[in-house]
């Protein structure tokens, strides 16, 4: 009886040991996830912002360029509100080059180090070329980080 009553507590015993180790088990695993999925969702997030900054400093240098093209003046309050919008998208993308080192991948940070100081080179030499050459470049430069960095987005949000 003795025999059968200790075969019964260590079988038991087995049972709560096996159950809790499963469960904490489980409840690590599921953090584990849970956590990575945030994390990723962050980083999703990181990459939009970015993105959204580079087309809408795409959209103003092309609204620009039309009205170059074209001979158009842009209105004063279209212009105040364009030059609003090139300083958001810049601001933004300086913004994730200096806040997102901890998201975003180095690749990713490399073409914004870079997207920022030809920006800032083709700022100093519009000074001295015709104005719809910079929006030109500025536009090109833009559209081929914009690219560049979008390529390293999808293939960070892979890994």
Excluded at 91 to 116: C, N, P, T
Aim: aromatic share 10%; with cysteine.
């Amino acid at each position: 009886m003795f025999a059968e009553i200790v075969d019964f507590l260590g079988k038991l015993l087995t049972s709560v040991v096996v159950a809790v180790l499963t469960a904490w088990l489980t409840v690590r695993l599921s953090l584990r996830r849970f956590r990575s999925e945030r994390w990723w969702e962050k980083k999703v997030a990181a990459y939009e912002r970015v993105i959204e900054a580079f087309h809408k400093s795409k959209k103003v240098d092309a609204e620009k360029l039309l009205a170059e093209y074209t001979g158009r003046e842009v209105p004063i309050d279209r212009e105040t509100e364009l030059r609003k919008l090139a300083h958001e998208a810049r601001e933004d993308i300086i913004r994730a080059s200096d806040v997102g080192g901890f998201i975003l991948s180095q690749r990713a940070l490399g073409v914004l180090s870079r997207y920022e100081a030809e920006s800032d080179s083709l700022s100093k030499e519009s000074e001295e070329g015709p104005w719809f050459e910079y929006l030109e470049a500025q536009q090109s430069l833009t559209h081929k980080c914009m690219l560049e960095f979008i390529a390293e987005a999808k293939a960070d949000l892979q890994n």
